[in-house]
């Protein structure tokens, strides 16, 4: 997966938007002005933070533990920081872009 793929895919689903809130080194994806993901564009390989459930983030952070870190600048308890070295497959990253983007969805109604 490369920084465009991953984008493409989130830009793509209902009602996102993306911005530089923090600067321009870092994309943030919202669903209805809530943040499903962000992405720092001056790191390599590509990495980048989900929300995630409490129990899962543990669970993710266990079974990989050089891919699946607690979240950089984040809630630890909440958000993953991802990072792209091949050992997650695509289904698997964009499973946990998924599975974020349902999270905040969660309460919102679906205009």
């Known amino acids: 997966m490369n920084i465009e793929q991953l984008r493409d895919y989130c830009i793509q689903k ?3 938007t993306e911005g530089f809130p923090f600067g321009e080194t870092v994309i943030v994806f919202k669903n209805q002005g809530k943040v499903f993901l962000l992405i720092p564009l001056d790191l390599f390989p590509l990495q980048f933070n989900v929300k995630c ?3 899962m983030a543990l669970e993710l952070r266990e079974a990989y533990p050089h891919s699946v870190l ?3 600048h984040m809630n630890k308890m909440h958000w993953n920081t991802i990072i792209v070295d ?3 497959s695509n289904k698997q990253l964009f499973e946990m872009v ?3 983007y349902r999270l905040v969805t969660k309460g919102k109604s679906l205009k």
Do not use: R
Request: glycine share 14%.
């Open 14 to 16: 209902p009602f996102v």
């Open 53 to 55: 459930n409490p129990e």
């Open 70 to 72: 607690p979240g950089y």
């Open 86 to 88: 091949g050992v997650l």
């Open 98 to 100: 998924d599975a974020s």
